[in-house]
């Protein structure tokens, strides 16, 4: 294929593309009117199955696919991250040599952890009723426990972060989501339609059907997908080095 014939077939794609985004603007709404005919589709969904928070209900359970192919592009990151960033032949495991710290930012640390870690856990525990949810809860509990680094060493964190544990943990919440989806369908029902479980009691944890579940299994992948992710860049700064012994500047001031 000539470059001429590329360039024509990328400015007849970039067209299409262009009319199709001018035809869906066209048939929004008008800017700043009072009526909003989405919005109002969205929160009637939402209260007809018992779900407080309505983005909750848009991202589990109205457009549960969609989030589904989200946590995809998350799951093919961190494998993408695993593989890449792997030990290779001519490199070698030092360990890595603690950082002097000030007393105060150490002390801050060891007290905000805790704290970070449920806060991250509530947010994902009440994804359904508040702001929040699986994917803020996991970003939050997941950067909690790097506080640990701060608060006393790398090796610290090691002990409390196997990562192995975490790339099991990975994969069975992406499984979970997937599985809870594929019942829907043995039920007789549709992929990730929200059938199988009654909606329960308004405004409590245990309503809305399958969104309580599908936003644990979102927090879960999104917290071990960020404890492995920051691990294996870690790694790389801190620990793993040339076969010959050869750590360069950067890596030691990152210690």
Known sequence: MTRRLRMILL??????????????????PGFGGDRHPYGDR?????????????IASVNFDQRAFDTLGEMSIL???????VVLLRQTH???RGRPAPEEAAPPVRRYALVVLPVALVCGLYVIAHGQLSPGGGFQGGVVAATALHLLYLGADYRAL??????GLFEVGDALAASAYLVTGLAGVLAGTAFLANTLLPYG?????????????????IGMEVACAVVVLLARFLDQAVEIED?????NEEDDAKR
């Open 11 to 28: 400015a007849l794609g970039g067209a299409g593309l262009a009319a199709l985004l001018v035809a869906a603007c066209l048939g929004l």
């Open 42 to 54: 969205a929160v009637r969904a939402s209260l007809s199955r018992h779900t407080a928070n309505t």
């Open 158 to 163: 090691e002990r409390i972060r196997p990562v």
């Open 75 to 81: 799951f093919a990151s961190v494998l993408g991250t």
């Open 90 to 92: 001519d490199e070698k």
């Open 243 to 247: 076969d010959n012994g050869g750590d």
């Open 201 to 217: 009691t308004f405004n409590t944890l245990s309503s809305g059907g399958t969104v309580p579940l599908l936003n644990a299994a």
